[in-house]
């Protein structure tokens, strides 16, 4: 399961339970009369209902924000409401929204939120019981903003390192065989509906083998990483570069047409081959474009470049014997 989908669903099912818990919650503050507390938190309820209904309903499409903004903003007004009321209780309540924002918005979207969700805490509790209770109430808000922000940072960087290492190649750097496929298929959707074409370029080093065995895997791959760097320093921005095999990388190229292909894929082999490489002396390349037709699917697409790609080694073999004779 996509770790995007994973997440979704475990925000369905924690807005579910958190109504759940205020509906608990409310039966408790009724029997010790708190009515005015019963009212504010049965805003809550149907909040986080709405909230976990929207993402179920919309749990193929796209992830929208707006309804984690709103659902943040409610339940941080809601407390702001009875501070002063209940001053400890509901200072109680508010330590646990840096957690929960975090969890659902964006490292800076939920901190520019807490920031001002502490701000406002500290001088509602300054007006009404002095300096320094407003001054205590800040400081245990922003110890546990900063503990939040702490652990939704490393836990970015882990999910990071994570994807980049389920997608990229690790030796050459470019995307990997899997996401290539997936890539491919979105590409083509999208350029079904808007009518865009799409193209391929093949880009195969020859006589790979014989470099491996001449020069060793370290030098190749040091070769494969810097031959991938500089890969994307000639294509357009929004193109991307994947290795399908040792050999064999494919340019993924979106808006793109058979003439605008051809064109990029001459001017890549050339820039490329004419670069030194060491301690490769001299980088022979065989290449192929292919544009997506309508109605062709990405492996016909795929299938179609490497049969393009294999007839173009052929000529250049049999061109090189005749030319030997």
Not at 53 to 80: E, G, K, Q, T
Not at 127 to 141: D, V
Not at 205 to 214: C, K, R
Not at 249 to 260: E, K, R, T, V, W
Request: glycine share 4%.
């Amino acid at each position: 399961m996509p770790q995007q989908q994973l997440t979704l669903r475990i925000q369905i099912v924690l807005y579910t339970l958190a109504a759940f818990a205020i509906c608990i919650l409310m039966i408790d503050q009724y029997r010790q009369g708190l009515y005015s507390l019963v009212l504010s938190n049965s805003i809550g309820v149907p909040a986080f209902l709405f909230s976990a209904i929207f993402l179920y309903i919309n749990r193929d499409h796209s992830p929208s924000l707006w309804v984690h903004h709103i659902l943040i903003s409610l339940l941080a007004i809601l407390a702001l409401y009875q501070l002063l009321d209940y001053p400890t209780l509901m200072t109680h309540y508010l330590y646990a929204l840096p957690l929960f924002s975090f969890f659902c918005l964006p490292i800076l979207n939920a901190t520019v939120i807490n920031i001002i969700v502490a701000l406002m805490t500290s001088i509602m509790m300054w007006n009404e019981f002095g300096w320094q209770e407003g001054l205590r109430s800040g400081t245990n808000y922003c110890l546990f903003l900063g503990s939040a922000w702490c652990y939704a940072y490393l836990t970015q960087i882990k999910q990071n390192s994570l994807r980049r290492l389920a997608l990229t190649d690790q030796v050459s750097g470019a995307y990997n065989k899997r996401h290539f496929y997936h890539t491919l298929d979105r590409e083509i959707s999208r350029s079904e509906n808007s009518n865009d074409p799409i193209s391929l370029i093949a880009l195969t080093v020859d006589d790979y083998h014989q470099m491996m065995d001449i020069h060793g895997r370290r030098s190749i791959a040091s070769f494969l990483s810097l031959f991938t760097e500089r890969s994307r320093t000639i294509i357009r921005a929004g193109d991307e570069i994947f290795r399908l095999e040792e050999d064999l990388f494919i340019l993924l190229l979106p808006h793109c047409p058979n003439d605008g292909a051809i064109v990029l894929m001459e001017r890549i082999k050339r820039n490329l081959q004419q670069q030194s490489w060491d301690p490769i002396p001299e980088l022979n390349l065989s290449t192929s474009a292919a544009t997506w037709s309508t109605g062709e699917t990405a492996q016909e697409l795929q299938k179609r470049l490497l049969q393009s790609l294999t007839k173009q080694q052929k000529t250049t073999l049999q061109l090189a014997a005749f030319s030997e004779q």
